[in-house]
């Protein structure tokens, strides 16, 4: 077992730094941020409340039709407990939206829709930041990134990734620290794209598993056959390492062309 424990005071004060200095020299003072319900939305609305008070953020909630009303409910119960001013709530649902991309092509399967769905959120979401003259603050950690577990210019897109270099075992403990809601910390990650869709039963592998091997390959530098001898099975290592290294285009595009 991996110790991928982190010190969660000295990491909200480093965020909750890294968010004020982003934010003012940007020559902005409030932020948007898409909440889903999720335990990754939680914290870094929680931490942009801290950096730059309640009445300088924005709720967001994005939901799709009836399609994951747990998030929906889960949001609120955060915003809630974070006590955030109703005028800075709002929810937008954006079945019509994407619908009348799908009457288009009639064709698309869960996956492409679920695609849709980020990147019409994405301009929604732009879209606020606009009208309200804030910056979009993100919300995708290191795990996701390393997985490629994202939609390119959907739900990675934002002016800032305050969580981007923490693996999601340690966004779930600095999520503790800072009391988020039990009910949010402790159910099951889902983008919440089709009815019953989870992280890790489309992965194949938990998230747990993947941080560990991810952080010996990539941040220690192991060849895969020394990850083994930490105690994990061939084929989870190269089912891990194999998700890392096909979607590495995503991590490193658009490709640019230097004249």
Partial sequence: MIDLSINPQETEQKIVSFIKKTVTQAGFKKVVVAVSGGIDSAVSFALAVRALGKENVYALM????????EGIDDSELLIQTLKIPVRNIKTINIET?????SAVDKSLDDSRKGSMMTRVRMIVLFDKAK???ALVAGTENK??????YFTRFGDAASDFEPLH??????????????RIPDKIINK????????GQ???GEMGFTYREADQILNLFVDLK??????EKEGFSKELVEKVLSQHKKTAFMREGPYLLNG
């Fill in 188 to 195: 099951s990650p889902t983008a919440g794209l089709w009815a």
């Fill in 143 to 148: 795990s996701e990134y390393l997985l490629g």
């Fill in 131 to 133: 009208k309200e003259r």
């Fill in 97 to 101: 939206l994407v619908d009348a991309f």
């Fill in 62 to 69: 994005l939901p799709y039709g009836k399609l994951n009303r």
């Fill in 198 to 200: 989870t992280d890790e």
């Fill in 222 to 227: 192991k060849r895969e056959d020394q990850i």
């Fill in 165 to 178: 270099f923490l693996y999601k075992t340690q966004v779930r403990e600095l999520a503790n620290y800072l």
